[in-house]
């Protein structure tokens, strides 16, 4: 490519306009992967948490020892271990009351793991709308500056008295920059999002499985003579 064609001189030469564009969808693309990293991490961490808690909750484990290990360690809980302590909270206060029937028991327990179950899946889904939002907009956003890079172009050929490709180059040049930047932001969240949105989905099916588990322990605790 000439030197008078390169990157660099494209986007300092670009229009206003076609800058404000190409801004945006380098803003856009530097964000989404820090969203991307930082939800890769999150989500590791949140199978990893699963996994050994559900190897120390079926363990044998007796459920008080394992809630006031939980509530004692000192790292921040998650997942599974935040459902787990929302409901046998509730369990534990509520049994210790009189005059409250082993159902009501158990309803307010699931009560607490259903809020704490929202809570788990709203946390993992943070940030999530924001890569879907980049995926389906910056293609648009590029071809934006596209169209409005040909049409400069365009602008510039009908004023000259004699069209040459030396004219028109430049201008379409920049606008498939543009078209290349929103490309180059919107397919790496799109990848990004489909991907969390099955791990995530995968996740909230484990953590609804373990509420349902664990209420049926509960109902036999509750109805135990």
Known sequence: MPSELSLFVLIRDASTIVQIVMFILVLA??????????????????VHTSDEFEERFWSGID?????????HEDYITEGMENIFLSGFKEFARLR????????????????????????????????????????STSPYIGLFGTVWGIMNSFRALGSAKQATLAMVAPGIS???????????????????????????GRLANRYEAFTEEFLSLLHRQAHAK
């Open 96 to 135: 210790q009351q009189a005059g409250i029937t082993p159902d009501a028991v158990v309803e307010a327990a699931q009560r607490g793991m259903r809020v704490a179950l929202s809570r788990e899946l709203e946390r993992l889904d943070e940030h999530l709308p924001f890569l879907a939002t980049v995926g």
């Open 29 to 46: 693309s530097v964000l989404s992967w820090a969203y991307i990293f930082s939800k890769f991490r999150e989500i590791r961490r949140a």
């Open 63 to 71: 459920l008080a020892d394992l809630y006031r290990q939980l509530a």
């Open 174 to 200: 920049e606008a498939l920059v543009a078209t290349a930047m929103g490309l180059f932001a919107a397919i790496p969240a799109v990848m990004a999002y489909n991907r969390y949105s099955t791990d995530i």
